[in-house]
């Protein structure tokens, strides 16, 4: 080897400095000529560098750049010779930052995938590959009995824990740990049983059908029909409906709580002959769970008020 | 020696300048990736590293258009490829962002050498045995891999500039 | 093991017969007692089966389905067991056909992922699990230097062999091979060299700026400048040009052939003050290749007759 740079450390805070020495061997400098070893940052040259002739005739320079605030670059260490500047040695040096704590830890559990997806908030750039790690616990107050990491994908703030990996209706500890060059963190511990934070798909909510043999509706009244979401038909839920009048900006009307599931749900005291916007959305109950987005809407048209 | 003209299938000759042209596009690349990545421009910088590391050249002196020897010009320019194809694999472990690039020049640049080996074999001029390749350098950091990447395409490419105008000689109706 | 089923072969020609047996050994049989054997295809019973008591004193029953057109069933060994029927064991039956031979065998080389993609036409339906791979090797003459195999997904017909099994510029023999439990069949061989089969994609073609400082058009003229696609900006080609007035159902007028690249091209001969739709193509050439297909419709104006 001609040439060879070792740093003090190839990974720094942003802005601290780094020391960086280069030995250049005998075989590589012309015997008896004293060839200046020169540094360069990126394609710039650096001055600074102190040389010094060792004892075994190997020649080296040590420089200092005393606040290194580039996130990546490249030091080379350089010979003139004759009138050309060769490049003997190149080191990659980069910067950043420690991870923060992440924050915002938060979990959802998804009934069609039955996996466990946690996010969370990873704190500001730290310009280093950075891994995010899920850490979890078959119990908030021991750490033993780990659950296989799950290791989020570069540049992704969520992981899934499959369900092989879950113990339902237990309660888990889960921290995401945030680790690079210059450190790790680890967030504060979410205890939860998945089953708790199911997120429920909206139910599907339809008009009875009218050539049905059940009476028509009454004036000013709806006839509703509704159902939970296919793969949470298991959970006990309750249900809330809310419409509006198609009237300038008239406000939602809350019905609830319903029951999760009905052959025919008959809504009165309507305006008649109003076109209505109907929306439903239900949640595990009274277990805990998130409440379902809103139903997509539908539309429907109250009859006549019959003239008495 | 074979008259130089008549004897080249004009085929083979327009498939060697498609391949010239191709693996110098893929150099260039590989070179403006070597710039723009690691600031390694200049292959004068390197001219030093290059004699430490002993990354050979090779000549095409069998070529020149005055006293062109065909068998002998094909044997040189197979022989440089066949080298050159060494040297690029001798790169393997090079960053993953330039791993592609040197891929695809160490494949185009052996299918090359194929091209000019077949061409040898039916005009019966190609050696019994297949060449083997001599002792490549030895990279052992990740910066002699770039260096020595820069230095290998910028003698590939001044080997082909050469190789290109024996072609287009040879192949002017 | 209560009872086993043997059969002659689990999967027959569609309309073959399968031979199926099953033992049942002692302890499964009540002792003295001579418990019938019975067979059900799918859910339905199946006549004919011949029982005789084994020397071990197991007892055995023997089945011949004359003409099995299923292209899958279950074939079930019961016993009666008081006035129940008890299933014992159960073999899955499979029929179909042989693979005929794969016909239509093409490939394209493409210049952006530097694979060769072959395709085939896989024949009539088999019913059974069919795999293809192509078969390619170094030369079209010998068979040895064979190159790794390409096995199409399942139910796909075509493959895509990956850059680095390819020497391109040398001829190569391709077969596609279809096997299934009833047979194989293989292709004829199709002999090319990869670069013989490149699909290019059109060029760009656009109208001079005109406020470049060249002259304004002629009337009855259009300004063209065109570019080849850039991965095969190494290839040597030929282009075409078409282009056709706006007019009712004006026919294409087809100008070539044209060099791979202009900076600038006069195309003249138009009507002035009509709107025309041009196109281009090109094809690598002297050496074979395919054309590519027309490049998007270009409109432009020519520009007004001046007055003499």
């Known amino acids: 080897e001609c040439g060879h740079i070792s740093l003090s450390a190839p990974i720094v805070r942003l802005g601290d400095s780094i020391t960086a020495s280069c030995v250049i061997n005998q075989n590589c400098s012309r015997p008896g000529l004293d060839s200046q070893i020169l540094w360069k940052l990126g394609a710039e040259l650096q001055p600074g560098g102190r040389q010094q002739r060792l004892p075994d005739g190997t020649q080296e320079s040590t420089i200092t750049l005393p606040h290194f605030n580039h996130t990546q670059a490249f030091l080379s260490c350089c010979l003139t010779w004759g009138n050309s500047l060769q490049i003997l040695d190149q080191a990659e040096l980069r910067a950043g930052y420690p991870p923060a704590v992440p924050h915002n830890l938060s979990c959802l559990m998804n009934l069609t995938t039955y996996s466990l997806t946690c996010q969370w908030e990873p704190g500001p750039e730290t310009h280093l590959p950075t891994s995010f790690t899920l850490k979890s616990f078959q119990s908030c107050q021991t750490q033993k009995d780990s659950i296989s990491d799950c290791v989020a994908e570069d540049g992704q703030s969520h992981c899934s824990i499959l369900r092989k990996h879950l113990t339902l209706y237990q309660k888990m500890g889960i921290r995401v740990q945030a680790e690079n060059a210059l450190g790790t963190s680890v967030s504060p511990q979410l205890c939860l049983d998945p089953m708790d934070v199911v997120k429920l798909e909206p139910p599907m909510l339809w008009t009875v059908d009218p050539s049905h043999e059940a009476a028509p509706p009454q004036p000013g009244c709806l006839q509703l029909h509704w159902e939970p979401w296919k793969p949470s038909l298991h959970m006990s839920q309750k249900c809330e409906l809310r419409h509006q009048p198609q009237l300038g900006d008239a406000n939602w009307t809350l019905e609830g709580p319903l029951p999760a599931e009905t052959l025919q749900y008959e809504l009165c005291g309507l305006l008649p002959a109003t076109a209505y916007t109907l929306q439903m959305r239900c949640v595990r109950w009274p277990l805990p769970g998130h409440w379902s987005n809103w139903s997509p809407n539908l539309k429907l048209r109250t009859t006549e008020q019959v003239p008495i | ?173």
């Not at chain 2, 030093?48 to 005055?66: A, E, F, M, V």
């Not at chain 2, 090359?112 to 002792?135: C, H, K, R, S, Y």
């Open chain 2, 1 to 173: 020696p074979l008259d130089p003209a008549s004897s080249l299938p004009q085929s083979f000759l327009l498939k060697c300048l498609e391949q010239v042209r191709k693996i110098q596009s893929d150099g260039a690349a590989l070179q403006e990736k070597l710039c723009a990545t690691y600031k390694l421009c200049h292959p004068e910088e390197l001219v030093l590293l290059g004699h430490s590391l002993g990354i050979p050249r090779t000549p095409l002196s069998g070529c020149p258009s005055q006293a062109l020897q065909l068998t002998a010009c094909l044997s040189q320019l197979h022989s440089g490829l066949f080298l050159y194809q060494g040297l690029l694999q001798a790169l393997a472990g090079v960053s993953p962002e330039l791993a592609p690039t040197v891929d695809m020049l160490q494949l185009d640049v052996a299918n090359f050498a194929t091209t000019v080996w077949q061409q040898m074999e039916d005009l019966g001029v190609a050696p019994a045995l297949q060449p083997t390749q001599g002792t490549m350098p030895t990279f052992t950091s990740a910066f002699q891999r770039r260096a020595g990447g820069v230095l290998v395409t910028s003698h590939l490419q001044s080997f082909l500039k050469l190789a290109y105008r024996v072609l287009r000689y040879l192949a002017q109706p």
